[in-house]
């Protein structure tokens, strides 16, 4: 069983439009809690990370943390062409744990 | 700062070849990642170090697996024998702040066996 599981997509918007990224994961311990995103041929890049239950907001993006149900989102509104990018869910159990990724395609 | 250096960005070589891959962290980071990217699997953790001591390589692959951090600065990753099925993106990435910090990644050694 993965230890957080991302749905692949793609996910397709249109420009302008909100794009919802959810990932859910195994262990009720876990602490930490990262949205990456990476380019295609390029490293991940980190957005945002949330420590506590509730909403985190910076800029565009919003982290949604949900311990209870082992949940983690990524809100981005507004998007832009150039949010076009697979969007990396990382949870820490001691260690970074990544899930697969979803793809996210922004159309003008 | 000039971020995590990995060397070299492409590597291609024939199957049963040492490989050696190179990373310099960011100066000040103690702890140091290897990861390696592929479609099927993901981003998948190799090995950390904090000090320059191994913590944890429960994700190495096999014995043909190791890596070595001789100081602060430096860490490399070899593969001996090298197969096909070890190509792949290896990402080397560190942290000042301990593992369930946020990860400064290099721009990843694209490995190509053949």
């Known amino acids: 069983q993965k230890e957080v599981e991302q749905n692949s997509g793609p996910l397709s918007v249109p420009e302008g439009a909100i794009a919802s990224l959810n990932c859910t994961y195994s262990?009720?311990?876990?602490?930490?809690f990262f949205w990456y995103r990476q380019y295609s041929g390029k490293s991940p890049e980190l957005i945002m990370f949330?420590?506590?239950?509730g909403d985190k907001e910076d800029g565009r993006f919003t982290a949604q943390l949900n311990k209870a149900s082992q949940y983690v989102s990524l809100l981005i509104r507004d998007s832009q062409p150039s949010d076009s990018a697979t969007y990396l869910c990382?949870?820490?159990?001691?260690?970074?744990?990544f899930g697969q990724g979803t793809i996210l395609t922004v159309h003008p | 700062d000039a971020g995590v250096i990995q060397s070299p960005r492409h590597e291609v070589t024939e199957m049963g070849q040492e490989v050696t891959l190179r990373c310099k962290p960011i100066?000040?980071?103690?702890?140091l990642f290897w990861y390696r990217q592929t479609m099927m699997r993901g981003l998948e953790l190799l090995i950390y170090?904090?000090?320059?001591?191994?913590?944890?390589d429960s994700g190495m692959p096999e014995d043909r697996f190791s890596a070595k951090m001789p100081n602060a600065s430096f860490s490399n990753l070899k593969i001996q024998p090298s197969e096909p099925r070890d190509s792949a993106v290896y990402f080397c990435?560190?942290?000042?702040?301990?593992?369930?910090?946020?990860?400064?990644f290099g721009n990843g050694t694209r490995l190509t066996v053949t």
């Open positions: 990435a560190s942290t000042a702040t301990g593992v369930g910090s946020p990860l400064h």
């Open positions: 262990d009720r311990g876990s602490q930490s």
């Open positions: 949330i420590y506590s239950n």
């Open positions: 990382a949870v820490s159990y001691g260690k970074l744990t």
């Open positions: 100066s000040g980071h103690d702890y």
């Open positions: 170090f904090n000090n320059n001591v191994p913590i944890d």
